[in-house]
């Protein structure tokens, strides 16, 4: 490797390092005690070490940090398992697999997910984060159905937006908060969850059948 390439790739590797970094710093101000409304680039800067240009360089906006915060925490917290969902040989194991992905998701970092998606509620013109992610999360459902009702031969292998809309809603950060709650271990609300939603795929079986 010529001496401008390695310094290329230091480079590379040195703004990598800075935007963990900052992202980390987002992080923990994004799931500290502090008001909300009080996150600002200057104060991500601040905790990163880093000078606030940086900052801007690297995100641009509050609402760039926030969205890339989002792809961060999505990174940290197992996404990327979302293929297992897809090749499950069953419907059932199918939604099983999604049910687990997404509580495992939730679990993460429980605090900073649920100040991160209230900021999608008191700040929504830069915190749209987790509403894109929210329909995302739709698609994903409604892709999983229909990919199995098409190997079932059932109908147009179309799967019923009420279907689609039930399982969203079991597989919600809200639903993960609310069972989450006393001694119950985040196996035992997937547990909870994944048996909803394949009792609520069976019906809705059941009955275009």
Do not use: N
Not at 59 to 82: I, K, N, Q, T, V
Not at 138 to 156: F, I, T
Not at 175 to 198: F, K, N, Q, S, W
């Amino acid at each position: 490797m010529s001496p401008r390439g390695y310094d290329s790739v230091k480079r590379r590797a040195a703004a990598a390092r800075t935007r963990e970094r900052i992202l980390e710093a987002a992080r923990a101000l994004v799931g500290g005690k502090g008001d909300l409304g009080d996150f600002s680039i200057d104060a991500v800067a601040r905790r990163a070490g880093v000078a606030r240009m940086t900052v801007y360089y690297q995100f641009r906006s509050r609402a760039g940090l926030l969205e890339a915060l989002a792809d961060h925490l999505a990174g940290r917290g197992g996404m990327e398992r979302m293929g297992q969902a897809f090749a499950a040989p069953t419907r059932d194991e199918g939604i099983r697999r999604l049910v687990e992905v997404f509580v495992g998701f939730w679990a993460t970092d429980r605090i900073t997910m649920r100040r991160l998606r209230a900021m999608g509620v008191v700040l929504p013109s830069t915190a749209s984060g987790p509403r894109d992610r929210d329909e995302w999360r739709r698609s994903a459902v409604a892709r999983l159905l229909s990919r199995h009702a098409r190997r079932g031969g059932a109908g147009r292998g179309e799967a019923s937006s009420e279907l689609v809309d039930t399982i969203c809603a079991l597989t919600s950060f809200e639903m993960y908060d609310l069972l989450r709650t006393g001694t119950r271990r985040t196996e035992e609300v997937a547990d909870i969850v994944a048996d909803l939603a394949i009792a609520a795929a069976r019906r809705a079986a059941h009955d275009a059948g």
